[in-house]
């Protein structure tokens, strides 16, 4: 009698870790409703080609639909209008990234603004996502045109005698509107 008393307890104890168990899942809204959340944002200074990018990794929490697109908003550092990139979202890939066109006027720990809108193939907004990128590293690290001039790696010739890509007297991007 004694052990199916301990049987009893013991099964009524695992019904009650479990319920306990199910009760601890997510059911928030904190999580409802997301398709994508950000897993990398970053600013490449890419010194061969002279240029600088904003760039947001994507990683998604759903499966993914074709005709998904994903539009971003990228705060122009050298003032004036977002600059705006469209990309479509591949169901197959693990991650969507986001890339800026060339930036000018990057200052170093100043953030800013990415707006991104995930959209169904109608043109739905499905999901927004603000966030906000800062750079380590200002423009001035970077060369005044680029080190190498094709796929070979060909020196620049007309950096012949600056190894650090810096010309004398080279004109610089108007950073007069930059915010």
């Known amino acids: 009698m004694s052990r199916k008393i301990l049987r009893l307890i013991v099964v009524g104890a695992m019904l009650v870790a479990a319920a306990t168990l199910g009760a601890c899942r997510d059911t928030g809204k904190d999580g409802e409703g997301r398709l994508f959340e950000i897993s990398g944002r970053l600013v490449v200074f890419n010194y061969r080609l002279a240029r600088a990018t904003f760039v947001v990794t994507l990683r998604p929490l759903q499966p993914m639909e074709e005709g998904q697109v994903a539009v971003a908003s990228f705060q122009n550092p050298a003032g004036g209008e977002p600059l705006i990139v469209e990309q479509k979202i591949w169901p197959k890939l693990g991650k969507v990234s986001l890339e800026s066109p060339a930036l000018s006027c990057i200052v170093k720990d100043k953030p800013y603004a990415i707006s991104i809108s995930i959209k169904d193939a109608n043109g739905a907004i499905l999901q927004k996502i603000d966030t906000t990128l800062m750079s380590t590293q200002d423009q001035s690290v970077l060369p005044d045109r680029p080190l190498v001039i094709d ?25 007069s509107k930059a915010g």
Not at 151 to 175: I, M, S, W
């Open 151 to 175: 796929q070979l790696y060909t020196p620049n010739p007309e950096l012949a005698g600056h190894p650090d890509g810096k010309l004398p007297g080279a004109p610089k991007p108007d950073c």
